[in-house]
């Protein structure tokens, strides 16, 4: 579940002027094992398809000079759950014609709208992109952390008790990607290893 709201823009961590603005929609796609009874126990109405779970989010970037925020937004239908989130990107060093760019990500998302449950996620990853006419591919690899917290409720002996749930996760991500920027639109994809395999695209407008 972390790793499927993990807030990334889809995008390689790079440069951005401050008339740098772009807005599209990402969706994550993660697998799930729905016959795990850690799925049957936990959703209600199974919104998987063909196994992975993926919610469209709406993603925007806007420059600053210095790197670039972009923030995220998604709610699954029929559902109070929401999920929102951000991005910071910094350059370490600047590319040029010859030379590629690296750079640091900061992330940060959260869910909400599920009853007695609540989870946070941060994630640090180290980027190198180099853009290659319209093509850009890019490289990253990090650090990312969950914490969970939930309480559960049961009947024993004819009373009700309440036991507080909570784990943390450290786990690493290697991400690869390529973004093609057209004049209208641009795409991105990319795959993430960490606890399991995602793969995540956008479709985007900006300038």
């Known amino acids: 579940m972390a790793q499927g709201i993990f807030p990334s823009p889809v995008?390689?961590?790079?440069?951005?002027?401050?008339?740098h603005f772009d807005i599209g929609v990402a969706a994550t796609g993660v697998k799930v094992d729905t016959s795990s009874p850690y799925?049957?126990?936990?959703?209600?109405?199974?919104?998987?398809?063909?196994?992975?779970?993926?919610?469209?989010?709406?993603?925007?970037?806007?420059?600053?000079?210095?790197?670039?925020?972009?923030?995220?937004?998604?709610?699954?239908?029929?559902?109070?759950?929401?999920?929102?989130?951000?991005?910071?990107?910094?350059?370490?060093?600047?590319?040029?014609?010859?030379?590629?760019?690296?750079?640091?990500?900061?992330?940060?998302?959260?869910?909400?709208?599920?009853?007695?449950?609540?989870?946070?996620?941060?994630?640090?990853?180290?980027?190198?992109?180099?853009?290659i006419g319209p093509f850009t591919p890019y490289a990253a690899y990090g650090r990312m952390r969950s914490n969970s917290n939930a309480t559960a409720s049961g009947n024993v002996l004819g009373q009700t008790v309440t036991v507080a749930l909570s784990d943390s996760s450290n786990v690493n991500r290697y991400t690869a990607g390529v973004r093609f920027s057209l004049l209208v639109p641009k795409i991105a994809v990319e795959v993430t290893r960490a606890e399991v395999t995602s793969y995540a695209a956008k479709v985007s407008l900006g300038f």
């Open 11 to 19: 995008q390689p961590a790079r440069t951005s002027g401050l008339l």
């Open 39 to 131: 799925w049957k126990n936990s959703v209600s109405k199974d919104f998987t398809t063909g196994g992975y779970v993926a919610v469209p989010r709406l993603v925007v970037t806007k420059g600053f000079g210095a790197g670039a925020l972009s923030a995220s937004y998604a709610k699954v239908n029929n559902s109070g759950i929401k999920t929102w989130g951000g991005a910071i990107d910094i350059p370490i060093i600047r590319g040029t014609l010859a030379s590629p760019e690296i750079a640091l990500r900061g992330s940060y998302a959260t869910l909400t709208g599920v009853q007695d449950y609540k989870l946070k996620v941060y994630g640090l990853e180290a980027f190198i992109s180099k853009g």
